[in-house]
Protein backbone atom coordinates (compact mmCIF):
# COMPACT_ATOMS: atom_id res chain seq x y z
CA UNK A 1 0.00 0.00 0.00
CA UNK A 2 1.02 3.36 -0.54
CA UNK A 3 0.92 5.95 1.78
CA UNK A 4 2.44 9.61 1.80
CA UNK A 5 3.35 11.21 5.17
CA UNK A 6 4.05 15.35 5.73
CA UNK A 7 6.08 16.65 8.60
CA UNK A 8 4.85 18.97 10.00
CA UNK A 9 0.72 20.07 10.30
CA UNK A 10 1.52 23.74 10.62
CA UNK A 11 4.90 25.70 9.61
CA UNK A 12 5.51 29.55 9.97
CA UNK A 13 8.12 31.34 8.03
CA UNK A 14 9.11 35.21 8.04
CA UNK A 15 8.51 37.13 4.66
CA UNK A 16 11.61 36.75 2.52
CA UNK A 17 12.68 33.33 4.46
CA UNK A 18 13.22 29.75 3.11
CA UNK A 19 10.29 28.01 2.61
CA UNK A 20 10.58 23.97 3.40
CA UNK A 21 7.69 21.85 3.24
CA UNK A 22 8.20 17.58 3.95
CA UNK A 23 7.24 15.01 2.08
CA UNK A 24 7.79 11.10 2.47
CA UNK A 25 6.23 8.79 0.62
CA UNK A 26 6.28 4.68 0.96
CA UNK A 27 5.61 2.66 -2.72
CA UNK A 28 6.55 -0.19 -3.92
CA UNK A 29 6.91 0.59 -7.00
CA UNK A 30 8.72 3.61 -8.65
CA UNK A 31 6.12 6.51 -8.16
CA UNK A 32 4.68 9.60 -9.48
CA UNK A 33 4.56 12.38 -6.99
CA UNK A 34 2.68 15.72 -6.87
CA UNK A 35 2.60 18.64 -5.02
CA UNK A 36 -0.69 20.94 -4.99
CA UNK A 37 -1.47 23.98 -3.00
CA UNK A 38 -5.13 24.92 -1.80
CA UNK A 39 -5.87 28.72 -0.78
CA UNK A 40 -8.60 29.71 1.77
CA UNK A 41 -12.36 28.47 -0.02
CA UNK A 42 -10.96 27.30 -3.40
CA UNK A 43 -10.33 23.83 -4.80
CA UNK A 44 -6.68 22.35 -5.03
CA UNK A 45 -3.90 23.33 -7.45
CA UNK A 46 -1.69 21.60 -8.88
CA UNK A 47 1.89 22.78 -8.20
CA UNK A 48 4.26 20.52 -9.77
CA UNK A 49 4.62 16.90 -10.19
CA UNK A 50 7.05 14.68 -10.52
CA UNK A 51 7.22 12.04 -13.16
CA UNK A 52 10.51 10.67 -13.35
CA UNK A 53 12.16 12.90 -16.23
CA UNK A 54 14.24 14.79 -13.66
CA UNK A 55 14.78 14.73 -9.91
CA UNK A 56 14.54 18.16 -9.78
CA UNK A 57 11.37 19.36 -10.86
CA UNK A 58 9.85 23.08 -10.77
CA UNK A 59 6.69 24.51 -10.70
CA UNK A 60 4.27 27.43 -10.30
CA UNK A 61 5.28 30.47 -8.31
CA UNK A 62 8.96 29.92 -7.76
CA UNK A 63 7.89 26.70 -5.72
CA UNK A 64 10.17 23.51 -6.49
CA UNK A 65 10.96 19.93 -5.15
CA UNK A 66 13.61 17.30 -5.55
CA UNK A 67 12.94 13.97 -5.38
CA UNK A 68 15.29 11.71 -3.58
CA UNK A 69 14.83 7.91 -3.79
CA UNK A 70 17.23 6.58 -0.99
CA UNK A 71 15.40 9.19 1.20
CA UNK A 72 12.11 7.84 -0.23
CA UNK A 73 11.30 12.39 -0.04
CA UNK A 74 10.17 14.72 -2.45
CA UNK A 75 10.40 17.93 0.06
CA UNK A 76 8.95 21.24 -1.35
CA UNK A 77 10.77 24.70 -1.31
CA UNK A 78 11.02 27.99 -2.26
CA UNK A 79 14.01 30.27 -1.55
CA UNK A 80 11.78 33.17 -0.27
CA UNK A 81 8.38 33.23 1.35
CA UNK A 82 5.83 35.99 0.18
CA UNK A 83 2.82 36.99 1.95
CA UNK A 84 0.70 35.43 -1.07
CA UNK A 85 2.24 31.65 -0.18
CA UNK A 86 0.23 31.58 2.64
CA UNK A 87 -1.91 28.46 1.73
CA UNK A 88 -2.27 25.02 2.91
CA UNK A 89 0.28 22.28 0.77
CA UNK A 90 -0.53 19.09 -0.03
CA UNK A 91 1.64 15.85 -0.79
CA UNK A 92 0.27 13.07 -3.19
CA UNK A 93 1.54 10.14 -4.63
CA UNK A 94 -0.22 7.67 -7.39
CA UNK A 95 1.77 4.73 -9.70
CA UNK A 96 -0.84 3.72 -10.94
CA UNK A 97 -2.55 6.55 -12.37
CA UNK A 98 -6.28 6.20 -11.24
CA UNK A 99 -5.75 6.65 -7.71
CA UNK A 100 -4.09 9.59 -5.73
CA UNK A 101 -3.09 9.46 -2.15
CA UNK A 102 -2.33 12.54 -0.14
CA UNK A 103 -1.20 13.44 2.67
CA UNK A 104 -3.10 15.31 5.31
CA UNK A 105 -1.40 18.92 4.54
CA UNK A 106 0.94 21.30 6.07
CA UNK A 107 -0.48 24.63 6.87
CA UNK A 108 2.04 27.68 5.77
CA UNK A 109 1.29 30.39 7.35
CA UNK A 110 3.92 33.88 6.11
CA UNK A 111 4.78 36.27 8.91
CA UNK A 112 5.31 40.04 7.62
CA UNK B 1 -13.46 26.50 -20.90
CA UNK B 2 -14.73 26.11 -17.19
CA UNK B 3 -12.67 23.11 -16.10
CA UNK B 4 -14.25 21.12 -12.91
CA UNK B 5 -17.41 22.90 -11.63
CA UNK B 6 -19.72 21.50 -8.87
CA UNK B 7 -23.11 22.60 -7.94
CA UNK B 8 -24.12 23.36 -4.73
CA UNK B 9 -21.46 25.14 -3.12
CA UNK B 10 -22.86 25.39 -0.04
CA UNK B 11 -25.66 22.55 1.66
CA UNK B 12 -27.46 22.25 5.52
CA UNK B 13 -29.17 19.21 5.46
CA UNK B 14 -31.01 17.56 8.40
CA UNK B 15 -30.24 14.03 9.63
CA UNK B 16 -31.38 11.11 7.32
CA UNK B 17 -32.02 13.60 4.42
CA UNK B 18 -30.73 12.96 0.57
CA UNK B 19 -29.11 14.84 -1.73
CA UNK B 20 -27.05 14.86 -5.01
CA UNK B 21 -24.07 16.53 -5.40
CA UNK B 22 -23.70 17.41 -9.14
CA UNK B 23 -20.27 17.58 -11.16
CA UNK B 24 -19.50 18.43 -14.36
CA UNK B 25 -15.85 18.60 -16.78
CA UNK B 26 -15.63 20.12 -19.67
CA UNK B 27 -12.33 18.75 -20.54
CA UNK B 28 -12.87 15.43 -22.17
CA UNK B 29 -11.07 13.59 -19.30
CA UNK B 30 -12.23 9.95 -18.99
CA UNK B 31 -11.63 9.36 -15.04
CA UNK B 32 -13.61 11.36 -12.17
CA UNK B 33 -13.14 11.09 -8.63
CA UNK B 34 -14.92 12.50 -5.30
CA UNK B 35 -13.41 13.34 -2.28
CA UNK B 36 -13.86 14.53 1.01
CA UNK B 37 -12.13 16.64 2.93
CA UNK B 38 -11.95 17.08 6.50
CA UNK B 39 -9.52 18.86 9.44
CA UNK B 40 -6.24 16.91 9.97
CA UNK B 41 -6.95 14.08 7.79
CA UNK B 42 -6.24 15.56 3.86
CA UNK B 43 -7.89 14.37 1.16
CA UNK B 44 -9.41 10.80 1.60
CA UNK B 45 -11.13 9.13 -2.16
CA UNK B 46 -14.85 8.54 -1.95
CA UNK B 47 -15.53 6.85 -5.25
CA UNK B 48 -13.82 7.30 -8.59
CA UNK B 49 -15.03 6.40 -12.36
CA UNK B 50 -11.84 5.49 -14.29
CA UNK B 51 -13.96 5.82 -17.83
CA UNK B 52 -17.41 6.27 -18.65
CA UNK B 53 -19.72 3.21 -17.36
CA UNK B 54 -17.19 2.33 -14.92
CA UNK B 55 -17.24 3.29 -10.59
CA UNK B 56 -14.99 1.80 -8.50
CA UNK B 57 -15.31 2.27 -4.20
CA UNK B 58 -12.20 4.53 -2.94
CA UNK B 59 -11.14 4.66 0.19
CA UNK B 60 -14.30 5.66 2.35
CA UNK B 61 -17.43 4.75 0.51
CA UNK B 62 -19.92 3.96 2.71
CA UNK B 63 -22.74 5.99 3.05
CA UNK B 64 -22.22 7.10 -0.67
CA UNK B 65 -23.65 6.09 -3.96
CA UNK B 66 -22.54 7.53 -7.32
CA UNK B 67 -23.66 7.64 -10.94
CA UNK B 68 -21.30 8.67 -14.05
CA UNK B 69 -24.15 10.29 -15.69
CA UNK B 70 -22.04 10.53 -18.87
CA UNK B 71 -18.50 11.24 -19.47
CA UNK B 72 -18.90 15.14 -18.22
CA UNK B 73 -20.33 14.27 -15.22
CA UNK B 74 -19.97 12.55 -12.22
CA UNK B 75 -22.59 12.72 -9.11
CA UNK B 76 -22.53 11.19 -5.51
CA UNK B 77 -25.64 10.78 -3.68
CA UNK B 78 -26.14 10.81 0.25
CA UNK B 79 -29.15 8.72 0.28
CA UNK B 80 -29.33 9.29 4.34
CA UNK B 81 -27.19 11.80 5.82
CA UNK B 82 -25.32 11.53 9.14
CA UNK B 83 -23.69 14.29 11.15
CA UNK B 84 -20.37 12.33 10.16
CA UNK B 85 -20.71 13.08 6.64
CA UNK B 86 -20.18 16.67 7.11
CA UNK B 87 -16.91 17.75 5.05
CA UNK B 88 -16.14 19.44 2.58
CA UNK B 89 -16.78 17.73 -0.81
CA UNK B 90 -14.04 18.00 -4.12
CA UNK B 91 -14.82 16.66 -7.15
CA UNK B 92 -11.42 16.19 -9.86
CA UNK B 93 -10.79 14.53 -13.10
CA UNK B 94 -8.44 13.30 -15.07
CA UNK B 95 -6.83 12.24 -18.52
CA UNK B 96 -6.87 8.55 -19.11
CA UNK B 97 -3.32 7.32 -17.70
CA UNK B 98 -1.51 5.65 -20.64
CA UNK B 99 1.53 3.03 -19.52
CA UNK B 100 4.89 4.58 -18.51
CA UNK B 101 2.30 8.45 -18.05
CA UNK B 102 1.04 9.92 -15.36
CA UNK B 103 -2.39 11.53 -14.31
CA UNK B 104 -2.75 14.86 -13.18
CA UNK B 105 -6.23 15.86 -11.54
CA UNK B 106 -7.98 19.16 -11.47
CA UNK B 107 -10.31 19.58 -9.60
CA UNK B 108 -13.71 21.90 -8.75
CA UNK B 109 -14.28 24.74 -6.07
CA UNK B 110 -15.93 21.81 -3.71
CA UNK B 111 -19.28 21.47 -1.95
CA UNK B 112 -19.63 22.48 2.00
CA UNK B 113 -21.55 20.15 3.85
CA UNK B 114 -23.31 20.70 6.89
CA UNK B 115 -25.50 17.90 8.24
CA UNK B 116 -27.68 18.69 11.62
Known amino acids: AQSVTQLGSHVSVSEGALVLLRCNYSSSVPPYLFWYVQYPNQGLQLLLK??????LVKGINGFEAEFKKSETSFHLTKPSAHMSDAAEYFCAVSNTGNQFYFGTGTSLTVIP | NAGVTQTPKFQVLKTGQSMTLQCAQDMNHNSMYWYRQDPGMGLRLIYY???????DKGEVPNGYNVSRLNKREFSLRLESAAPSQTSVYFC???????????????FGPGTRLTVL
Open chain 1, 50 to 55: YTSAAT
Open chain 2, 49 to 55: SASEGTT
Open chain 2, 92 to 106: ASSREMLAGGYNEQF
